[in-house]
């Protein structure tokens, strides 16, 4: 039963990222390139997620957490770099 379900959340996590990557790669401005690299910093946690469920492995679990907490401070901090105008101001 939890096949039937994990696998094509796993097959459309991974259209998803492909999907997002076009989207990053089309993004006109720098905010739209952001956003699009936190979605697809998401996605690649739900696809470790859903790895780590199917295959029994908590190590993907922590990566997918660790990438999570990296995600969310390179995305505050070039948000804050960009509202600024520099690193230090």
Do not use: N
């Not at 939890?2 to 401005?29: C, F, H, I, K």
């Amino acid at each position: 039963m939890t096949a039937l379900v994990a696998v094509p959340a796993l097959v459309w996590v991974t259209v998803l990222v492909v999907v997002g990557g076009l989207a990053l790669l089309r993004g006109q401005d720098v905010l739209q390139r952001l956003i699009a690299l936190d979605l697809l910093a998401v996605l690649v946690v739900a696809l470790l997620a859903l790895l780590s469920y199917l295959r029994g492995v908590p190590h993907y679990l922590d990566a997918a957490v660790a990438l999570a907490l990296l995600s969310l401070v390179a995305t505050v901090a070039t948000a804050r770099y960009l509202a600024t105008g520099g690193p230090l101001e």
